[in-house]
């Protein structure tokens, strides 16, 4: 054996003047490695290799019957999965990125309660008919090829024959001239990938855009309406009770953001009513209106009691003093409900000044306590 062929760790000889590249029986110079085919060098770098072929089986003849048949099969399979994909795209991003004229409507029944559902089904069907695609793939196009191989550690000789065997593998395969099999997997590959990073998409949207734990479809001009959409006039509530009302919008009574009590207070509560700093003029005469969203947990909070001027949470039990401002005086409740400022349009039915001017519902981080 030559002191300059292959052994564990070495060069081959590369590094060494001389004709010498490593074989472990015979010596090859690169001259001579270079004029080989890639099929010559596969066979080559098999036999050094101590490669033992058991068996072989070339797989279908190329245009026969079989294999066209075969290459339908995997297409349209491998299709199929991309078009799952797709629309699994479709359903997720029903908000209006590529379509800006639909969007999901959560109601308690109809298409929007399939959304999680059609999610699950269509990323399911994708993912299952890609694996299927593959086993038919290898099953019925590719060549099978039984051996048994001894590890051996590189040189030039086993670098240069081991990149024929790789480049032998894409060939065997016949992605090259079987375009259909290329374009379906290409339609896979694009729509698995992105339905596999889609759900990332809300890891890189700013949550806070747009302030939406701190706003509500409440704005200036917004008329208060009951749930049935009819709008409320001063005077069409007696004193002393309570109505829960909506911001006039599409949706607006869906919007459990929104929802806020109406409340026309007794002369006596009028008497001693003490709004707090900042809210002195967001009553109207004898009308307030509060958040119906409790501030310890977002319970609804609905149950008043007009003697005692409180509104109850059934959840934990805090009391919320509508007459200083709806500020909690007992329970685990630590800030006020917050109050919507009220006014009359030119019709004389109430609407909403602005929007609450901080944010519903229980408190969170990066605000404070009020």
């Not at 001389?18 to 015979?26: I, N, Q, R, T, V």
């Not at 490669?51 to 399979?77: C, N, T």
């Not at 375009?179 to 759900?199: C, N, Q, Y």
Request: proline share 8%; with cysteine.
């Amino acid at each position: 054996m030559s002191t300059r062929e292959a052994r564990p760790g070495s060069t081959g000889g590369e590094d060494t003047p001389g004709p010498l590249y490593g074989g472990p029986d015979d010596d090859y110079t690169p001259e001579q490695l270079a004029a080989m085919s890639r099929i010559e060098l596969d066979r080559l770098g098999a036999r050094y290799d101590g490669v033992e072929i058991l068996h072989v089986d070339p797989g279908p003849e190329p245009g026969s019957v079989m294999e066209k048949r075969a290459i339908r099969q995997v297409g349209l399979i491998w299709s199929l999965a991309g078009l799952f994909a797709f629309l699994f795209i479709v359903v997720y991003v029903g908000s209006g990125w590529f379509l800006p004229d639909w969007q999901w409507s959560i109601t308690e029944g109809g298409w929007s309660a399939l959304f999680t559902p059609l999610l699950g089904l269509f990323m399911g069907l994708s993912l299952t008919l890609v694996g299927v695609g593959l086993v038919l793939f290898t099953k019925k196009l590719l060549p099978h090829e039984t051996a048994v191989q001894d590890k051996h550690d590189g040189s030039h000789f086993d670098r240069v024959t081991a990149g024929a065997t790789l480049v032998g593998g894409y060939h065997n395969s016949g992605l090259g001239r079987r375009k259909l099999i290329t374009r379906s997997l290409a339609l896979m590959g694009g729509g698995v990938g992105l339905m596999l990073i889609m759900p990332l998409g809300g890891l890189l949207k700013n949550p806070n855009k747009g302030d939406p734990l701190g706003t509500t479809a409440w704005a200036d001009g917004v008329r208060l309406v009951r749930n049935d959409g009819t709008p409320i006039r001063p005077g069409d509530q007696e004193p002393g009770s309570l109505e829960t009302v909506f911001p006039a919008v599409p949706g607006g009574n869906r919007q459990a953001d929104a929802a806020t009590m109406l409340i026309r207070l007794r002369p006596a509560q009028l008497a001693t009513l003490q709004p707090r700093e900042g809210h002195g003029d967001f009553a109207y005469g004898e009308y307030v209106a509060y958040s119906k969203i409790c501030t310890h947990a977002g319970c609804p909070v609905s149950l008043y009691e007009q003697e005692t001027s409180r509104i109850l949470c059934p959840c934990h039990q805090s009391q919320f003093d509508v007459t200083q401002g709806a500020k909690p005086v007992f329970g685990p409740a630590a800030r006020a409900l917050p109050q919507l400022p009220l006014g009359v349009d030119d019709e004389g039915f109430f609407i909403a000044r602005s929007d609450y001017i901080e944010a519903v519902g229980p408190t969170y981080w990066n605000r404070e306590r009020i």
